[in-house]
């Protein structure tokens, strides 16, 4: 990102598009200036004489020309107390693109630059306003999908995973400067017992390993997690993937292999933003195109967070059935016993190894049987029996686990150094990666390339 602090920068803040409203952002120095010749106040009075925190009503306008290009109401938020610490400006005018675009091209011709993916983030990072995993909760927000989801990237925003990861770079700072006191100053601070040290750095890693145990959980709210409906041809996929959606979206015969490619719909099972794919039925077939859904069943099959494995109970088991079975070895899976309202004909016994220690589910989309359990079952399982997003810090983000992971790696070295007898200068080595491993999550010690990469991925006008 080649940006210079000391510009003002300016870009469209909302979607593009026709809308009712449309807002052209500036920060930095001049934001003030720069708006102070572009909008005439209905009040007559000038931008430069307006309190921090205010909306005035007006137009924007071209200075050169005079030619009024909106009706607009400007908002001002005076440094230090805007998003990015600066002063900002918003233009908030009529949601068209053609006027969004006129007042960003007035902006930029009279002293502002275009801000980069992320600036507006960035310079609320730099400027001290945000750490580095708020700033990547904004992005968060931005991309969630689901209430929980929404839930979990707002508590980051404020602050509960850089809090839980102070309160573990405290206590290593505690060791650590007891260790280097009594190096320091050998003759007044005695050197700590090598237990004592090593009791306090398990206890700053049993910190790490608690924040670490909602990852899969985190993870699963902040990405989604994919679920595919397998089943031997006509016990009912289709059936079930409408109901689950609560919508006629794949299509529903009773001719075998009509569903001949993958369906994928977005879904909220309590909280979760789950993908839905409809799959071929699996069976030998001569027909090309069906191989080629078949094909694509077993692909979705591997990739697949969760399988939802359907069983048509009101017929016997078939051949396809016992080879999905084979295929769901070491794959977490849920089975539905489809058509349960009929009369069963089903033997699950060749499938029997299969079942074990799998939760079953009677289903049957017509009657509306058993829809509510299955979905419970489906959440249960992807979050490892904790259906909803708590209000305890939730590590959602790869970037964190990773940093975690090193954090805890570090600290069990020093642990053994630490038993081990040798010098606790050694030991001091060990928490300083730790801490650098710490502060990776905050942004303290993270590298620029990587910052760059985090803005990166955000829209331009964020």
Same mark, same amino acid.
């Given at each position: 990102m080649k940006?210079?602090?000391?510009?003002? $920068?300016?870009? $469209?803040?909302?979607?593009?598009?026709?809308?009712a409203v449309g807002i052209v952002r500036m920060s930095g120095p001049e934001a003030v200036e720069i708006a102070g010749r572009l909008f005439r106040a209905r009040s007559g009075r000038p931008v430069a004489s307006f309190?921090?925190?205010?909306?005035? *009503?007006?137009?924007?306008?071209?200075?050169a020309s005079g030619e009024t290009a909106d009706e607009v109401l400007l908002s001002l938020f005076r440094a230090p107390k805007s998003y990015t610490c600066e002063?900002?400006?918003?233009?908030?005018?009529?949601? =068209? $693109?053609?006027?969004?675009?006129?007042?960003?091209?007035?902006?930029?011709?009279? =002293?502002?630059?275009?801000?980069?993916?992320?600036? !507006?983030?960035?310079?609320?990072?730099?400027? =001290?306003?945000?750490?580095?995993?708020?700033? %990547?909760?904004?992005?968060? $927000?931005?991309?969630?999908?689901?209430?929980?989801?929404?839930?979990?990237?707002?508590?980051?925003?404020?602050?509960?995973?850089?809090?839980?990861?102070?309160?573990?770079?405290?206590?290593?700072?505690?060791?650590?400067?007891?260790? &280097?006191?009594?190096?320091? !100053?050998?003759?007044?601070?005695?050197?700590?017992?090598?237990? %004592?040290?090593? *009791?306090?750095?398990e206890t700053a890693a049993g910190l790490a390993e608690k924040l670490l145990t909602g990852w899969q959980r985190g993870r699963i709210y902040r990405e989604g997690a994919l679920m595919a409906i397998v089943g031997r041809p006509n016990v009912g996929k289709s059936s079930l993937m409408n109901a689950l959606l609560k919508e006629n979206r794949a299509i529903v015969t009773s001719i075998p292999g009509t569903t001949r490619d993958i369906i994928e719909e977005s879904l909220d099972i309590q909280g979760i933003p789950l993908r839905v794919v409809d799959t071929a039925g699996l069976r030998e077939t001569s027909d090309p195109v069906e191989s080629i859904g078949v094909e694509r069943t077993r692909e979705q099959l591997k990739a697949a967070d969760l399988v939802l494995w359907v069983i048509d109970t009101s017929e016997p088991l078939a051949a396809e059935d016992t080879g999905i079975a084979s295929m769901l070895e070491g794959r977490k899976a849920v089975v539905a016993l489809n058509k349960s309202d009929l009369p069963c004909r089903c033997d699950l016994a060749p499938v029997q190894n299969a079942l074990t220690g799998r939760r079953a589910v009677k289903t049957a989309p017509p009657a509306g049987l058993g829809l509510d359990e299955l &979905?419970?079952?489906?959440?249960?399982?992807?979050?490892?029996? &904790?259906?909803?997003?708590?209000?305890?810090?939730?590590?959602?983000?790869?970037?964190?686990?990773?940093?975690?992971?090193?954090?805890?790696?570090?600290?069990e070295d020093a642990r053994r150094t630490a038993l081990s007898g040798l010098p606790l200068d050694l030991v001091s080595i060990d928490l300083q990666a730790a801490l650098d491993s710490l502060g990776a999550i905050t942004g303290e010690t993270v590298a620029e390339d990587i910052i760059h990469r985090i803005f990166a991925e955000f829209c331009i006008g964020k």
């Open positions: 940006e210079n602090l000391f510009d003002t $920068i300016a870009a $469209i803040a909302t979607p593009v598009g026709e809308g309190k921090t925190h205010t909306v005035h *009503y007006g137009a924007a306008f071209d200075p002063d900002v400006v918003e233009l908030s005018c009529h949601g =068209g $693109i053609v006027p969004l675009r006129r007042i960003l091209n007035l902006a930029l011709q009279n =002293g502002a630059r275009v801000a980069e993916p992320g600036e !507006f983030t960035r310079r609320a990072f730099l400027n =001290g306003r945000l750490d580095l995993s708020q700033a %990547e909760a904004v992005i968060d $927000i931005i991309r969630a999908r689901t209430d929980a989801s929404l839930k979990v990237a707002v508590q980051q925003l404020g602050g509960t995973v850089s809090t839980e990861a102070q309160n573990i770079r405290n206590l290593i700072v505690r060791v650590l400067a007891s260790i &280097e006191a009594s190096i320091d !100053f050998p003759e007044d601070v005695p050197e700590p017992a090598p237990g %004592e040290v090593a *009791y306090q750095i &979905e419970k079952t489906v959440a249960d399982l992807l979050l490892a029996g &904790e259906v909803s997003a708590s209000d305890a810090a939730l590590v959602s983000n790869v970037r964190h686990k990773n940093a975690l992971e090193r954090t805890l790696r570090s600290l």
